[in-house]
Nanobody, 123 residues
């Protein structure tokens, strides 16, 4: 059973940056596709970014392309989300998730989920 713990969220002004981290324990982290999702109040959970087990492939939602970067360090069992040029519409709870399959953007394909970290971007 994989446990995921996110950190790094907070309050930032528009145009600012944050780096989210997700630490994994209890499983074969290096074999999992990892993803970041977010959910704003009253909205469905949406895919933000994903990365394959080796880090060789990444995928992004159109809304964050060019601003967000996903990366991972398998030796540290950690996946990151660097968020630059933040906008108020990026405000949401951000979740990391793990999937034992190819890179996918569908939440139902991810088996393991963290508890989430709040990101608030003020205008």
């Amino acid at each position: 059973q994989v446990q995921l713990v996110e950190s790094g969220g907070g309050l930032v002004q528009a145009g600012g940056s944050l780096r989210l981290s997700c630490a994994a324990s209890g499983g074969s982290f290096s074999s999992y596709t990892m993803g970041w999702f977010r959910q704003a109040p009253g909205k469905e959970r949406e895919f933000v970014a994903g990365i394959t087990w080796s880090g060789s492939m990444t995928r992004y939602a159109d809304s964050v392309k060019g601003r967000f970067t996903i990366s991972r360090e398998n030796a540290k069992n950690t996946v990151y989300l660097q968020m630059n040029s933040l906008k108020p519409e990026d405000t949401a709870v951000y979740y990391c998730a793990g999937a034992s399959m190819i890179l996918t953007s569908r939440p139902n394909d991810y088996k393991y989920w963290g508890q989430g970290t709040q990101v608030t971007v003020s205008s």
